[in-house]
């Protein structure tokens, strides 16, 4: 009992953190909150009934305030939207029982039977409010007095003064999860979607104290328009929609607006009305069909009933109206339905959509500083100072390329850390003799090129000392696009290349006329089906070809066959030699699970885990894929896929690893101990199958989407002054105080160079650490990682075995995006699992992920 107790213990700092490396001045979004620790919080519980939609509870709770002002103590309780109140007074009595009238329409329906039905009536709530607890704010300053250990973080009074801090901002903007979007700039993204910009804010118990975080956040809401209008935006084969007022929808037509419109409000702008209303789906018959039954029992035509009722004369006849009940008829004609504000895009959005949206978020460091300064210039606000701390900078490693079978040493001294391979081989070419290109679509002066292509791609390998014969197995082929549309004709056109090549094809290049959802079947096909490595690429790239693209395609063909472009020059035991030693291999893992799309109520999540084979370069990984539970975190197969792994080592090295480094993706703070708990145990249970075996574990959480943000701080002025000062926060910069967890082993690295915007530096959070590293030890060690990324030649922002694992799932989620070809998101019955096709020997144990 007691090893399971300890086991769901979150692993402390070891020591006061790093030194190595040169300070940095910085600023962090992190504004100190001051709290008085005597400051009891009374939580009571609010129980709403008919039970009201969010915007509706908000404006009960408003209205209860206001005409309750003496049972409630005369005091302004916080509110968080569901059912908790909070309150810096105790109410007189702890359980209350009152009443509040809103004026709501009575009636769901869109149409009313006369004018007086159609105004608005007042609807009663019966609100219960009875008291949960009384909350003590000294638990929370003893826990951020590094004093005393064993006090655990009150959850509920931080949650407590969470809700307090959101109270006054909520009452001016949209809410969506932690941020706000007080409608402040908005971009228009196509397509009925516009960008908004906010800001996220949320209360962290940091090495300072309490603090908030304040960042810039951006998202897409769907536009406020006109049902018809929308359609035309959202629907290709609809964009002249409102001219064409005789026709009808195809059946494909009404299937996509179903999809399109299924759960968005809407609001009617033929009388005045706060009602909203959800559509459901389409009617089966067009406006002119449709036909309802009024209070008296008689048939009412729609539109006869708008024109004798609204004076309205319906123009889409031919169009189907929304419905908006489940049960029972609930008429709405098209062109009298505005979408609402306010709602968030959910679908996928478009590369166009998508680049778009960057560009509103993408901020350069001095621009996002001043937005947040500007938000916590608002009169709510707990301190107007970011936060002033010291951060320090980590050297890069050196590097070891190839050199005409020598090794070559190389320290990436620029600003950015990027490095190029002019006059150097990648560390470890490989030979492809057989090889295959197969064309999809292209414009014939496009085709044309494919020869000199294919003469580049060669000869640029050459120069990188990778071998790929100049000659293809068999003469490039040449497939319209259409062919991807068609998966078993793709797929008996890849295996006729194969045949051609007696079975034994090394590497199929793919060139695409444009990006095509049949890439995915592309690649299922290709590592499942055949067994072969796909290389896709554009002709738009082709038409430049430039060194640059061609290194890139090169190296990743290289990786994939398995190769490697870049080795540590001083190898991880010589740089950790208390921990690390050459005789004595570690294995670095990586796992995430990546989830279907937020309208998909039905895919599985796909889970990943990779590990490394080699040692000590540490740069080549195994992948393990499984489809598993809908929207499930933790990792089901966990204990096997970990077992498989093992084997691979132990196939590759001939012995098992000594020590055990496991980088998680994905794990919210909230799921921490569960993580800890079911999937430590996991990994546990697969060494146990190994006679005797039980290494050293260190399991960190990898976080990405989190909201600090590291800025330099002023920089000095006049010749001193470096040139990338006021750009972001240089490679290798890391912080292990001040805004840090008060006591757990967590730490920010910022190991790439920002291009565009402001980095985001990820967040290493190490929930067990059985091989006792110290931070500068871990943090040199994940900051090398970085360097052995093999898709390119600079430090990437993220540890690698996360990365690959991250690719690994997304590479699954392919696979499943098409053998499970669903004819819409939801279906009705409970989820079920489709497992994944498994990988073809050739295929497994390399890289093809990448």
């Given at each position: ?714 920089p000095v002025s006049g010749a001193a002054r470096n040139q990338f000062s006021d750009e972001n926060v240089p490679p290798g910069t890391v912080v292990d105080s001040v ?112």
């Open positions: 009992m007691d090893s399971k107790l300890q086991s769901l213990t979150v692993a402390r700092r070891p020591d006061s953190g790093g030194s190595e490396g040169t300070m940095i001045a910085l600023l962090a979004n992190h504004f100190l909150v001051q709290f008085d620790p005597s400051q009891r919080i009374y939580h009571y519980d609010l129980e709403i009934s008919p039970n009201p939609s969010k915007d509706i509870a908000r404006l009960i709770k408003q209205k209860l305030v206001e005409e309750n002002s003496s049972v409630l103590s005369g005091v302004l309780p916080a509110y968080d939207g569901r059912r908790n109140l909070f309150s810096p007074i105790e109410f007189d009595k702890d359980k209350l029982e009152l009443y509040i009238n809103l004026p709501i329409p009575r009636n769901n329906s869109p149409m009313a039977a006369n004018i007086e039905d159609s105004e608005e009536k007042f609807k009663l709530f019966r609100v219960n409010i009875k008291i949960v607890s009384n909350l003590e704010g000294k638990k929370l300053r003893n826990y951020l007095s590094k004093g005393d250990e064993s006090v655990p973080l009150p959850q509920d009074y931080l949650q407590a003064l969470d809700v307090v801090l959101r109270e006054n901002p909520t009452e001016n903007c949209v809410l969506l999860g932690r941020s706000f979007y007080p409608n402040l700039t908005r971009k228009d993204l196509g397509g009925g979607a516009i960008g908004v910009q906010g800001f996220y804010q949320s209360l962290r118990p940091t090495q300072q104290g309490l603090a908030l975080n304040v960042d810039l956040s951006v998202t897409a809401f769907h536009e406020s328009i006109g049902v018809i209008a929308y359609l035309q935006k959202r629907i290709h084969s609809l964009h002249d929609l409102s001219e064409r007022k005789t026709r009808g929808f195809s059946r494909e037509e009404k299937k996509e607006a179903e999809t399109v419109l299924k759960n968005i409000r809407v609001f009617v702008c033929h009388r005045e009305t706060t009602e909203r209303y959800q559509v459901h789906s389409l009617t089966d018959e067009p406006a002119a069909n449709l036909q309802f039954r009024d209070r008296d029992g008689k048939n009412l035509q729609i539109v006869n009933y708008f024109r004798d009722q609204y004076n309205y004369e319906i123009q889409f006849r031919n169009l189907p109206c929304l419905q908006t009940s489940r049960r029972r008829p609930c008429y709405l004609p098209m062109e009298l339905c505005v979408i609402c504000e306010g709602q968030k895009f959910l679908r996928k959005l478009s590369d166009d959509q998508t680049a778009k949206i960057l560009e509103l978020g993408c901020r350069k460091p001095k621009e996002r500083k001043a937005i947040i300064d500007g938000v916590m210039a608002a009169p709510f606000s707990p301190s107007r100072e970011m936060t002033k701390l010291s951060g320090r900078i980590l050297q890069p490693p050196k590097l070891k390329l190839g050199d005409g079978g020598n090794i070559k040493d190389l320290i990436p001294s620029r600003h950015d850390r990027q490095w190029n391979l002019v006059g150097s081989h990648v560390f470890e070419g490989t030979q492809i003799a057989r090889w295959a290109l197969v064309s999809f679509g292209g414009t014939g002066d496009q085709k044309s090129t494919i020869p000199n292509f294919i003469d580049r791609l060669t000869r640029r390998c050459e120069q990188l000392g990778i071998y790929l014969n100049k000659k293809t197995i068999i003469s490039p082929q040449f497939e319209s696009m259409q062919v991807l549309n068609n998966v078993n004709l793709l797929e008996s056109k890849l295996k006729k290349i194969q045949r051609s090549a007696s079975n034994n094809l090394q590497l199929l290049i793919c060139v695409m006329e444009k990006k095509h959802k049949g890439y995915a079947d592309l690649k299922r096909i290709s590592e499942t089906s055949i067994g072969v490595m796909s290389q896709c690429c554009l002709y738009q790239n082709l038409a430049r070809l430039s060194s640059q693209f061609l290194a890139n395609l090169a190296i990743k063909i290289n990786a994939k066959i398995g190769g490697c472009t870049v080795a540590l020059y001083t190898s991880l035991p010589a740089q950790i030699p208390r921990l690390l030693t050459l005789d004595e291999p570690v294995m670095f893992m990586g796992a995430d699970v990546t989830h279907p799309h937020p309208l998909d109520d039905f895919s599985p999540s796909v889970a990943a885990v990779v590990g490394s084979v080699n040692w000590p370069a540490a740069n080549k990984y195994v992948s393990k894929m499984r489809s598993q539970t809908h929207r499930q975190e933790i990792i089901q197969d966990l204990s096997i896929m970990v077992e498989e792994i093992l084997h691979d080592f132990v196939r590759e090295l001939s012995k098992l690893p000594k020590r055990v480094i496991f980088f998680r993706d994905g794990v919210s703070e909230t799921q921490f101990h569960k993580v800890l708990r079911d999937e430590l145990q996991a990994i546990r249970d697969a060494f146990s199958r190994f006679t005797g075996y039980n290494p050293p574990i260190t399991f960190a959480v990898v976080q990405k989407r989190h909201h600090t943000r590291l800025f330099p701080a002023d805004i840090t967890h008060p006591k757990e082993f967590d730490f920010y690295l910022c190991s790439h160079w920002g291009v565009k915007g402001t980095s985001r530096p990820i967040h290493y959070h190490i929930l067990r650490d059985e091989n006792e590293f110290t931070s500068d030890e871990l943090q040199k060690l994940v900051y090398n990682l970085c360097f052995t990324f093999v898709r390119c030649t600079k430090p990437v922002s993220l540890v690698p075995p996360c990365y690959y694992a991250h690719l690994a799932a997304y590479r699954g989620r392919l696979y499943l995006n098409q053998t499970d070809r669903s004819s819409g998101f939801t279906r009705s019955g409970s989820p079920k699992t489709t497992p994944l096709p498994k990988l073809q020997e050739r295929v497994k144990n390399l890289m093809f992920y990448c």
